[in-house]
Every structure is written in C-alpha cells, then in structure tokens.
C-alpha cells in the first residue's frame, strides 16, 4: 500500500482558502486518492476521490498532477466548522482504508 | 437518508470481561468495516466483511472476533478485554460496486476497560 506523508498540522483563518498537500511518491496504477474529514469523537467523512487532474465537488477541489505522487486537497473559504483532521488515503477502490497520519486544519475567526 | 447505525454508543467493561459491539450498515450496502481508534490515535482498520464473509483482515486481536448475519449486520466480538482495549470503535458500511469506495462511517462505540 501506498505511504502517504501530509503535514501534521495547519492553521488558517475564515474566508480563505486552504490547499493540503499530501506526498504519496509509490502511488500504484490502480491506487485512488481519497480524502477523509473527521471532527473529534465522530466517524471519518469521505470528501472527494479521484485518480488523476482534477475532481470538483460541492465541498472541495482535488488536484492531481500527472505523475499522481501527490495531491492537493483545496477548501475555498473555510469556516469555524471546517476545524477538523483531514486524512489523505490512497489505495485500490475497494479496499480497506489504511489511515496515516492526518493534517490537524484549525481554522480561527 | 439512513445511516450507518451503531450500537451500543458507549460502553464500560471490566478487565477480562467481554463485550458485543453491533453495527447495522446502510440499506443494501454490501461491505461492512470495522475500525479501531485509541485515544489521539488514528483509526486502525480491524476487519470487513463482503456479502457476509470476511474479506479482509488486519490488525485484530486474537481475542476478538467478528461476523455478519443474513441481515448484513455484524457484531464485533471481544473477550479477554484488556486496558489497551478502550478506544473508539467505528464501523463503516459501502457498496462495493458503488463508483468510488465511500465508506459511510457510523457514530462510533466508545469503549471504556476499568
């Protein structure tokens, strides 16, 4: 399975944008990178997937360079309620998720 | 739109005891999860079960066990429990033809071992 390195804490303030970086340098031709929301004693939330350029959804961007060795997740203006870990995951589709260590994102007013 | 159900939420055992953890996935999803997650740990994946036959396996006690039923629900089985035991435990549902593996996380049962 793919190793992920992210960074293990960010802060931002409301209203701006935040991009997370995550480095996954032996990414696998059938691996997916797939992000993971989670606030305190609450279940992990699935954000976005994609395997290569660009996936856009109603939460968030994901952009993926060719060689796919890493991903950005983008949250465009973030608020008090995007404070959270965000994991970034890689693997096959189906499989179980093996979860690294997440980016701590502290958003302040 | 139901979700992942999980029960009981909170839980407090004895050493050496044994407890039943019980998830109830997502209608129709096929693939049941279960997660571990120690205190300002990150969730370790235990076991899943695919069309109710364990599919998968990873860092589980031997000392825990787990199934589902012809109703897609699944117990996490733990016996012999231990202090490290005490963790959050999450179970997870999805539909493994879906497009992308989304993993629908319930609640959680927080388990406490005195």
């Known amino acids: 399975l793919a190793k992920t390195t992210q960074p293990i804490s960010m802060d931002s303030y409301e209203g701006q944008e935040v991009n997370i970086t995550c480095s996954h340098n032996?990414?696998?031709?059938?691996?997916?990178i797939t992000w993971y929301q989670q606030f305190p004693s609450q279940g992990p939330r699935f954000i976005i997937q994609g395997y290569k350029t660009k996936v856009t959804n109603e939460v968030a961007s994901l952009f993926i360079p060719a060689d796919r060795k890493s991903s950005t997740l983008s949250l465009p203006r973030v608020s008090l309620s995007d404070t959270a870990v965000y994991y970034c995951?890689?693997?096959?589709?189906?499989?179980?998720?093996?979860f690294g260590t997440g980016t701590r994102l502290q958003v302040f007013p | 739109a139901a979700g992942v159900i999980q029960s009981p939420r909170h839980l407090i055992k004895e050493k050496r005891e044994t407890a039943t953890l019980k998830c109830y996935p997502i209608?129709?999803?096929?693939?049941v999860y279960w997660y571990q997650q120690g205190p300002g740990q990150d969730p370790q994946f235990l076991i899943s079960?695919?069309?109710?036959?364990?599919?998968d396996k990873g860092s589980i006690p031997d000392r825990f066990s787990a199934q589902q039923f012809s109703d897609y629900h699944s117990e996490l089985n733990m016996s012999s429990l231990e202090l490290g035991d005490s963790a959050l435990y999450f179970c997870?549902?999805?539909?493994?033809?879906?497009?992308?593996?989304?993993?629908?996380f319930g609640p959680g049962t927080r388990l406490t071992v005195l």
């Open positions: 997870a549902s999805s539909l493994l033809a879906g497009e992308a593996n989304e993993q629908f």
């Open positions: 209608p129709r999803h096929d693939t």
């Open positions: 032996n990414i696998a031709t059938n691996d997916y």
């Open positions: 995951l890689v693997g096959i589709n189906t499989d179980k998720l093996i």
């Open positions: 079960f695919y069309e109710k036959m364990q599919s």
